[in-house]
């Protein structure tokens, strides 16, 4: 039997839940804006990242202008051609972001994707998107632990509007890496040594454009590492879109 629901039903019912539901702003408990948790007030209060590196996403000096590198990726370019992450990862973000990621707030995650997903829009408006999305991949004893892969979530909710396919099966974390919270850069590049694989029996199409997604990007370690073995392994270019960026 046929499960589709007639679009006049489903009409129904959204508005149904919307009056038994209506949205909560995700930081204040106030009245969302229409169809979303997040309210116009708290919004304009979140803190974005302004006139950033193309590659890192680190402030830029005043007074250049336009899309630009800072000078460490002139002089020691990372991997990815561009990094995308709408927001700093200073408050309310932590908050956010902790909820989502440990106690299962997809609520929260959801509303920081569709910035990042509005946020990655406008700045391919003129360009060509990436052709796959890959997730950070999750190894499998801190899947156990934590029950899903917030990472993939973000991906998901990335993939409809963008029309962008997910690929989580390209490559796979070889060990459970320590948690990378409080490393220096040094320990975080032996911590991540060898982390990641690609899977058997995979392969780009030539000329094929990867876009990476990740949480929160701090030092660069993971997604360089990461970024480094999709290249090898015949990606044209990497490209990393993020909900937040640390500022160190």
Known sequence: ???NIPKTVDKWLNNVQFWLLPPACILCRQSGQPGRDLCAACESGLPRLLHPCLRCVLPLPPGI????LCGTCQVLPPPQVRLLAPFSYSPPLPVLASAFKYHHRLVNGKELAAEACRYIAQHYRLSRLPDLMVPVPLHQGRLRERGYNQLLEIARWLSGPLQITIRHDL???????????????AARRQNLRGA?????????????????????VTTGTTIGELARVLLRHGAAEVHVWALARTIL
């Not at 202008?65 to 630009?68: F, I, K």
């Open 1 to 3: 039997m046929s499960t």
């Open 196 to 216: 990641f694989r690609m899977s058997e029996n995979t392969s780009f199409e030539p000329g094929q454009m990867v876009a990476i997604v990740d949480n929160v």
């Open 65 to 68: 202008q336009g899309e630009a």
């Open 171 to 185: 490559v796979y974390r070889m060990h459970e890496t320590p948690q990378q919270a409080g490393l220096s850069t």
